[in-house]
């Protein structure tokens, strides 16, 4: 596992790179799905404290293994409104996958109830798939408009799922379309400084286009069982 991890990390700097960036500017997210809190702990010890979890159910079964070590912890699955009480008790620092406004009230509604504030992204599908969550691109200044007044919630930057194809081009239009939002967005007076986007297949592409941080999960812990449809659906 720490030489896959290693070849991550490589790839990442020799990425930047080529882009002519820094490569202190991009982070490297380790997706945990499936893998247990001893594997977690061996990656953190190798000095990459950022993970992120696709379910709320995964986050309470490992957070007493977790709790005492020093780590920075993300949603990036799909919320459902429900789960948000049960996600806010177990110490999670960001919502990656924040993709509509019914979620975002009730977010500031539990997070006022408790006093807490949440550093999120807001989530776009820029492939236009049926099957990706995330609010439709050419929402974009409205819905960060209606996020904006809402005191608890920060947002931080943006977050999309790119096209799962062969053809890097078509791929590489979805990061470049998020990259363009967060352009419209600045221009609107929002401060959305993080791009997270890219993962083992394309995290190249995406370091081209501006990313910041990078979601890997099974080039660095091995595959699972499940298809990753399940783990971005938190109905199942």
């Not at 500017?25 to 977690?40: F, G, P, W, Y």
């Amino acid at each position: 596992m720490i030489d896959n991890l290693n070849h991550i990390l490589i790839r990442i700097e020799n990425a930047c790179k080529k882009a002519h960036r820094d490569p202190k500017e991009v982070r490297l997210l380790m997706a945990t799905k499936t893998v247990s809190a001893d594997h977690i702990k061996l990656a953190i010890n190798h000095n990459q404290r950022l993970i992120g979890e696709n379910k709320v159910q995964e986050i309470k079964e490992k957070y007493e293994a977790l709790k005492s070590i020093k780590h920075e912890k993300h949603f990036i699955g799909h919320l459902q409104t429900n789960k948000v009480k049960e996600l806010i008790r177990y110490d999670v620092d960001c919502i990656q996958s924040l993709d509509r406004l019914k979620l975002a009230y009730k977010l500031q509604n539990r997070l006022d109830y408790e006093d807490k504030t949440m550093d999120a992204y807001l989530q776009f599908n820029t492939s236009y798939e049926n099957s990706k969550f995330g609010m439709n691109p050419e929402n974009a200044i409205s819905f960060a408009k209606e996020i904006q007044q809402l005191d608890r919630i920060n947002i931080k930057g943006l977050m999309t799922i790119g096209l799962f194809s062969a053809k890097a081009e078509k791929v590489r239009a979805c990061f470049k379309l998020l990259n363009q939002i967060q352009t419209q967005l600045f221009d609107h007076g929002h401060s959305v400084h993080d791009l997270s986007m890219g993962m083992s297949g394309d995290l190249e592409i995406t370091i081209e286009e501006g990313s910041t941080m990078v979601r890997v999960g099974t080039a660095i812990f091995g595959k699972r069982e499940y298809p990753d449809s399940y783990y971005w659906n938190e109905d199942q």
